[in-house]
């Protein structure tokens, strides 16, 4: 008798080409830049204006060509797509660092191509710092997100908090005459909506997505009917709290570009450059992360070390709900400054989406986030120094990124297992 | 340490799990719980490792009555559990797996990843188990992972020692490494509960026995008992495993499989270069433990995995690129290993679920709307003659009992026009009733001049049904032998070594 | 062997048919329309300023503030009663009966989408992109009620036919995302939705597409030639349409479809169970695009019947939120054809009510609340279950079973 023969790589991973849609995409885009903005470009001038004329320390404006410059950007990014398309190819994951390199370079040109030849220019500090306050909420939803998928319960009533934290802290804003308790006020009645997610999907066992979006419908009817039946009628005492003050953080803000984008701003931003790392660190560093991340990988694995899934459960979608009305209080009392009617506008489902693109991972998503709110401010903004852009598109851009990320990275990067699982015991 | 189980009572609605069940496990002593599948052994552990509240009885630790309200409870008193399907989280590492729930932290409540790793490697090499404590779980064999879930369990100081149906995943080699493992462990002063229904196992490490049957304990025989004294406790009256049957009548070789090589779902190479053929009029039985590749090839047999080279012959038509449609119409029938998931939709009623793959043509069919009268008639015709115990055609599927549900299977399959049968596991989870129309079926297939594949994990199984035995090893055929090899030499083909 | 059929299942005691019933369909789905009407009293009642005054002279007049709480609900639901069923306060039967033919003109694109929205909840898979194929779909309709000269009613109907297909895109856009990317539906469908709303807005804006002929700055088209409007089903008196016609057809389509054709038995097989169907045969993966698509035709007859029924220019308002209720109204259909009749009809008269409810002093967007409440008491049985106080279904068949097989034995 003899022992059968184990050939290496028998009942081991065969080497299959993986997926190169990442660096397909890339490449396309590299292309657009390259072609479209550089070569067949505008001709004319880009100024890059880097410093608001309030600033203390003043930056030289940065003048180039376009069709040179796009010409250069599009070569790099092709560079970077080749770079992708390696890796690939040696069936790694297209790396986190070369997407943002190359994100940032494509948005340069983009930016550039569409203020060529415009007399204002590519205004920096003004671009980033709006896109910095208009992605709050969608930030803010995302750790949400984050915190209710990691522990296994699909949320998709981040609508529905955020327009409740809207809502709430603009009417207790306004009456209570301090912005403080109504930003609070704003995250318990977030907290509350989520605990009612929690409870259906964790105790009840109702199907997760559809409690979700019914919630979201609930919030839509109510905020619409408070808003017409009672705080529209006399918007003075109910619904006219204003904004937080900006809060110009000493030395940090007197940087160039950096401190007026990041340095002078609301406490909710503030707030936000908190929770991030915090939430990052909580999750990835702590034993209550790890136990968190069990319960959303293999809740009965959990269960059996003693952990207690649906109270960990219960009180991750909590606080992510608590922190979502945080994000809805960013809308009004962090930004416009009163409640409008469905004021959100599918800031929540946009979340969802963010989560998704940042790979359940609090740092990226908050990057993804950033990227949508870029494009937020990118319809204003295009509108003004290139009319006749059929900027419809470029809003459209953020939504087909997703769904070549949730297309084109599916089977590489998963969710948690049992995100979207009841846990039943026994 | 001492445990002692008292008079426990579990009701699920009006299923009694377990019945006035008592047992006593003395310190550094391997006590098996002998039962079949459903007899209530994992529902007593259940009771005792703190998942499940008996409704009646107690629990003792050295004497003293304890009350387990969750599995924490039970692991702080000093009792560990190894899971039949293992309780280990794939994307964590060793080290998390086994600090899970009880994490060593630094300040700011960070996680102590060196200290977690200290304790893996500690134990590790206590019982020379070699495992390294940064490895992912999803990319470890499931001996090793196995070697994990009880260093989990050492970890947090267990006396006491649950093995689930530890053998189900090993292979021979991997479980004699477990039985010294276990040994070991009671040598060390551990008490061991080994549940198993696998009697040469029994023989082997077990200090006492507990026969458990239909939520009862039945008997508590000596370790010297013979196999066929323990298998009739067990099973409670003299099973005929041999279904009588006329010598084979071979005729042309329905199902041909050359050369095939598949993947599975993380491009692991399952199934290697495998060839056999299956003749009209006999039964082949695939043997081997579970996980070395049978999944996998049953699956592309009937095409819903996909064939990474080779080619699969079905009635003389080539069908390794085939939809599973196409091998269906070839004349192939399946009976899947997981009715529960592949076989049945326990929503639909069972006149449904006895016409599911068969919406595209007649007679089910009558152009593009169902024939609804037709199907009523084939129903009842196939409830009658597979003696599918239900009120009603319209009862849904997951009403039925496991027996039942599985008879529905292969009423589908075998109601048919068949060429080629291929059975996974046909009675897996069935009662011994079942399981004995079930293999009568098989064999009127076999003897209507049907050509059929049987795989099973279960030997008693393959030996009571095949002609011809190929034993499966790591993704290869280890050898085609004859059905009256004996059980020691299956043994060590299983283990993969050639004759 | 001997056929068992003595094992069937009796427990036929009274107690339990009563939880049978008590734990059924129409009792809960009553008493959930029946709660949800409550709390959209109690909020209108809370949010009316005359109620609050009369209740701070409680001591004084506690009559009058009893009063002006019924008073309230009162002027609010009958309201809603008259404007969406009879209006009891007309001079003739042709105004009185007005009301009820608006119900039935708000509820036909709701059921068509709703229709639409439900195939695709038995088929597994969680479709919320009704609103861009309908924005897809309303585009593609007014591009040939437009920009195109063809006799009446086939105009009409190859407006109807485009609105359709070009819906059906938009839904195998998501099928094959869904089938061959893996990419989950409800992203999808999301974003999708939102690039339907911007493709759509600039098909407006574009001259040579859909704006109109003396276009401003606004995006807006030209009203649809009177060859493609949806004709008048009553007569002028009335504004109900030929667009309720195909409401029910397709409300008879999908319930021929889901319940008689073997596609539906192939639809809902892989919605209750994907690998057994894939073990029986069925393409999956196609299944998903094929009830994406026809999902999506559905939506598409919405978008048809507002494209073809509206009086002025198509806006970007026009879609109405239809795509979001139909989501709605497929849950509290129980995704069956009757069900999303039914739910249709609801939702429609909700609509049809709402300007009456204006008038009489009514914030109408208390219906947003009832509607909501309801679905969501419908989706979510414990809730009902706690506040009326059921009690839980009976023991489960599995046990009835086991128990009469081991008898058997």
């Known amino acids: 008798m003899s022992k059968i023969e184990v050939t290496p790589g028998m009942f081991s991973q065969v080497e299959l080409k993986p997926s190169l849609k990442a660096s397909i995409v890339m490449a396309v885009a590299g292309l657009i830049v390259l072609l479209g903005f550089g070569v067949f470009g505008k001709p004319g001038d880009i100024t890059y204006v880097w410093s608001d004329k309030r600033e203390f320390v003043q930056l030289p404006s940065y003048v180039v060509n376009s069709m040179l410059f796009c010409t250069i950007i599009g070569v790099i990014l092709l560079a970077l797509a080749g770079l992708a398309f390696m890796l690939n190819r040696r069936s790694k994951v297209t790396p986190m660092w070369l997407i943002i390199i190359f994100g940032f370079l494509a948005i340069m040109a983009l930016l550039g191509w569409l203020a060529t030849g415009a007399s204002q220019g590519v205004q920096m500090v003004f671009i980033l710092s709006n896109t910095l306050v208009l992605a709050i909420p969608l930030i803010l939803g995302g750790m949400a997100g984050i915190m209710s998928e990691r522990v296994g319960v699909v949320n998709i009533a981040i609508e529905g908090q955020l327009l409740t934290g809207a809502f709430v802290s603009s009417v207790v804003g306004t009456t209570t005459g301090n912005l403080y308790i109504g930003m609070i006020a704003a995250m318990i009645a977030a907290g509350l909506l989520s605990m009612i997610l929690a409870s259906l999907a964790i105790k009840y066992l109702v199907d997760q997505v559809i409690i979700g979006v019914l919630l979201n419908v609930l919030v839509i009817g109510v905020t619409n009917f408070l808003h017409s039946a009672w705080v529209d009628k006399d918007r003075q005492h109910l619904n006219f709290p204003g904004t937080f003050d900006k809060i110009a953080i000493p030395f940090l803000s007197d940087i160039p570009v950096v401190g007026q984008v990041l340095f002078n701003n609301r406490i909710t931003v503030y707030l936000m450059f908190i929770i991030v790392p915090v939430l990052w660190y909580v999750l990835f560093k702590t034993k209550l992360g790890l136990r968190a991340r069990s319960v959303g990988e293999h809740p009965l694995a959990a269960d059996t070390v003693g952990i207690n899934v649906a109270k960990t459960r219960f009180w991750w979608v909590t606080i992510g709900g608590m922190i979502a009305g945080l994000g809805g209080a960013a809308l009004t009392i962090g930004n416009v400054g009163s409640f409008g009617r469905e004021m959100s506008g599918g800031q929540g489902f946009i979340a969802l989406a963010v989560v998704i693109l940042g790979r359940w991972q609090p740092i990226y998503v908050m990057l993804s986030a950033l990227l949508f709110g870029f494009t937020i401010i990118l319809r204003v903004w295009a509108n003004q120094v290139s009319p006749g852009v059929p900027f419809d598109f470029i809003v459209m851009v953020p939504y087909l990124v997703t769904l070549v990320a949730v297309a084109g990275f599916a089977g590489k990067v998963r969710a948690p297992a049992a995100s979207g699982q009841p846990y039943v015991k026994g | 340490m001492k445990l002692e189980l008292r008079n426990i009572t579990k009701k699920f609605g009006t299923l009694v799990a377990n019945d006035n069940i008592s047992l006593v496990l003395k310190p550094g002593e391997i006590h098996s719980l002998l039962g079949e599948n459903g007899a209530g052994k994992s529902t007593l552990m259940n009771v005792l490792y703190g998942l499940l509240q008996p409704d009646s009885g107690e629990i003792l630790l050295d004497d003293k009555a304890v009350k387990f309200n969750g599995p924490g409870d039970a692991m702080a008193a000093g009792i560990g559990m190894v899971h039949q399907h293992f309780m280990l989280i794939p994307v964590f590492t060793v080290a998390e797996n086994v600090v899970l729930g009880h994490e060593p932290t630094s300040k700011l409540g960070a996680l102590d990843v060196g200290a977690a790793r200290k304790l893996v490697l500690e134990i590790s090499d206590r019982f020379g188990f070699q495992i390294d404590p940064d490895a992912k779980i999803q990319d470890l064999p499931v001996g090793a992972q196995q070697r994990v879930e009880i260093i989990k369990a050492l970890a947090r100081n267990a006396k006491i020692l649950v093995l689930d149906e530890p053998t189900a995943v090993l292979t021979p080699q991997e479980t004699d490494e477990l039985m010294e493992i276990m040994r070991g462990l009671a040598k060390s002063g551990t008490s061991i509960i080994f549940i198993t229904h696998k009697l040469r196992e029994v023989q082997q490490v077990a200090d006492s026995i507990t026969v458990i049957r239909q939520g009862k304990v039945v008997a508590s025989p000596s370790p010297k008992a013979s196999a066929s004294e323990l298998a009739s406790l067990m099973v409670g009256r003299e099973v005929d495993l041999d279904v009588k049957r006329k010598p084979a009548k071979l005729g042309g070789e329905s199902l041909v499989i050359q050369d095939l090589t598949v993947l599975d779902d993380r491009n692991h190479q399952m199934v290697d270069g495998v060839s056999f053929k299956v003749q009209d009029g006999e039964v082949l039985a695939i043997a081997g433990v579970q996980g070395n590749g049978q999944t996998e090839l049953a699956e592309a047999i009937l095409g819903i995995r996909k064939v990474h080279s080779g080619s699969i012959v079905v009635s003389n038509k080539d069908v390794t690129k085939s939809t599973v449609r196409e091998v269906l119409e070839a004349g192939l029938g399946y009976i899947p290993e997981d009715r529960k998931k592949d076989g049945l939709v326990g929503d639909f009623s069972i006149a449904e679920n006895l016409m599911l793959d068969g919406s595209f043509t007649k007679p089910f069919a009558k152009g593009i709307q169902i024939d609804f009268p037709k199907r009523d008639e084939i129903a009842e015709d196939l409830i009658e003659r597979f003696d599918i115990r239900t009120p009603s055609a319209e009862t849904l599927a997951k009403q039925l009992s496991g027996g039942n549900q599985q008879k529905v299977v292969v009423a589908r399959e075998l109601g048919r026009d068949l060429k080629v049968l291929v059975a996974s596991q046909p009675t897996r989870g069935v009662d011994v009733g079942s399981i004995e129309f079930i293999h009568e079926q098989i064999i009127a297939a076999r003897d209507a001049g049907k050509a059929v594949l049987i795989i099973s994990t279960e030997l008693d199984e393959v030996l009571a049904l095949a002609d011809r035995i190929a034993v499966m090893y790591r993704g290869k055929i280890v050898g085609i032998v004859d059905a009256k090899t004996s059980r020691e030499k299956l043994g060590k083909m299983m283990a993969g070594i050639a004759a | 062997m001997k056929k068992n059929k003595d094992v069937a299942v009796k427990e036929s005691s009274s107690e339990s048919v009563l939880k049978e019933i008590m734990s059924g369909d129409p009792v809960r789905i009553s008493l959930s329309i029946l709660l949800g009407f409550i709390i959209g009293a109690i909020f209108m009642v809370v949010f009316d300023s005359g109620v609050v005054k009369s209740w701070s002279n409680f001591g004084a007049d506690p009559n009058y503030a009893l009063s002006s709480v019924w008073w309230t609900i009162q002027d609010g639901y009958g309201a809603l009663f008259s404007g969406s069923i009879y209006n009891l306060n007309a001079d003739n039967f042709i105004d009185g009966i007005r009301p009820l033919t608006e119900t039935l003109r708000f509820a036909a694109p709701l059921v068509m989408a709703g229709l639409g929205v439900a195939l695709t909840f038995r088929v597994g898979l969680f479709n919320i992109g009704a609103t861009g194929q309908i924005m897809v779909g309303l585009a593609g ?119 008689r054709s073997t596609f539906g038995f192939r639809f809902r097989m892989v919605g209750h169970n994907a690998s057994a169907a894939r073990a029986a045969g069925i393409k999956v993966e196609n299944t998903f695009i094929w009830a994406l698509a026809i999902s999506a035709g559905f939506a598409g007859l919405a978008a048809a019947n507002q494209a073809l029924s509206i009086q002025g220019g198509l806006t970007t308002s026009i879609e109405a939120g239809i795509g979001f209720d139909a989501i709605t109204v497929a849950l509290l259909g129980g995704s069956r054809a009757g069900g999303v009749a039914m739910a249709g009809l609801l939702f429609g008269a909700f609509k049809a009510g709402a300007s009456s409810m204006q008038v009489a002093g009514v914030s109408p967007e208390v219906l947003g609340v009832v509607k909501a409440l309801i679905v969501l008491f419908i989706a979510a049985p414990p809730i009902i279950r706690a506040i009326y106080r059921l009690p839980k279904p009976g023991p489960k068949m599995i046990d009835v079973m086991k128990k009469t097989a081991k008898v058997a034995k």
């Open chain 3, 141 to 259: 309709a007014t591009f040939v009620s437009t920009r195109m000269e063809l006799p009446p009613v086939i105009h009409m109907l190859l407006a109807t036919v485009v609105a359709v297909l070009c819906a059906s895109v938009w839904g195998i856009i998501v099928g094959i995302l869904k089938a061959r990317f893996g990419a989950h539906e409800v992203i999808v469908t999301i974003m999708l939705n939102y690039v339907a709303a911007s493709l759509f807005t600039y098909f407006l804006r574009e001259p040579s597409l859909l704006l109109e002929a003396n276009g401003g700055g606004t995006p807006k088209s030209d009203r649809p030639a009177d060859t493609a409007m949806l004709g008048s089903l009553l007569g002028p008196e009335f504004k109900l349409h030929y667009g309720l016609i195909f409401a029910v057809l397709a409300v008879v389509g999908y319930w021929w479809l889901m319940e």
